[in-house]
């Protein structure tokens, strides 16, 4: 396939090298659809896909305090995405199962933290 792909959602197009990865949803044939998340990179250990982590703040009524909850997805990683560091802002997508584990795949990146 030749030239980017839209993918439906108002996204900063990737400027890298696409290496033939076919779970890319950008140039390959990987659909994206669901929720979007943002949260931070923990993790990029694994190849082609890294762990981002998403931390929300809730009240709880009885106690009048509040509390961190902290949630991480696995996400592909694709080659044309690439140059992730931990700690790195990224925006995820869902998409069909790519693994026992990886449900979601990158889509944005952002800001270091």
Request: hydrophobic residues 30%; charged residues 30%.
């Amino acid at each position: 396939m030749t030239g980017i792909r839209d993918i439906g959602v108002d996204v900063i197009a990737p400027t890298g090298e696409w290496d033939g990865d076919d779970n890319c949803p950008f140039y390959g044939s990987l659909r994206v659809r669901g929720q979007i998340i943002e949260g931070s990179v923990s993790t990029t250990g694994m190849a082609g896909s890294i762990v981002v982590e998403r931390e929300i703040t809730r009240y709880m009524k009885k106690y009048e305090r509040y509390e961190k909850r902290t949630r991480r997805y696995s996400a592909h990683l694709p080659s044309c995405i690439g140059g992730v560091e931990v700690g790195d802002r990224v925006r995820i997508m869902e998409c069909r199962p790519l693994s026992k584990t990886v449900n979601f795949c990158v889509i944005e990146k952002g800001e270091p933290i």
